[in-house]
């Protein structure tokens, strides 16, 4: 298990403190080979420490930084398009069809799901 933990950290450092999986070319081959692993190995690896597979986590990873960067308003000048771009995805559809499935929703109706209606008060 000592040395699941030590794989664990070396993968948060890569993949979330480094942003690796913004990379859409980076693969689990190229993080096998960074940890001096075999695919095989890494990918029981993370399917224990993580309990998901090495493309779900990437996913996971993405998804999370999508929705942060869609209810910010220092991105509003960014379309949902080169939100899902900018954190890894490689294409349109797999953005789209990914923040689906993590969120139930679109990128564009969950950015604006974070703002409040403009509607007057109710005067009685």
């Known amino acids: 298990m000592k040395h699941q933990e030590q794989y664990k950290e070396k993968i948060d450092q890569i993949l979330i403190r480094e942003k690796r999986y913004r990379d859409p070319e980076f693969s689990a081959k190229e993080l096998s080979e960074m940890l ?22 990437v996913h996971e990873y993405r998804i999370q930084d999508a929705m942060r960067m869609l209810r910010d308003k220092r991105y509003d000048p960014y379309t949902v398009d080169d939100i899902g771009f900018s954190v890894g995805f490689g294409n349109r559809q797999s953005f789209y069809n990914a923040f689906n499935k993590a969120a139930g929703t679109t990128p564009s109706l969950y950015r604006n799901q974070g703002e409040e209606p403009d509607t007057p008060p109710e005067t009685a």
């Open 36 to 57: 001096g692993i075999s695919v095989f190995q890494l990918s029981r690896l993370v399917r224990s420490a993580y309990d998901k597979s090495y493309s779900n986590l």
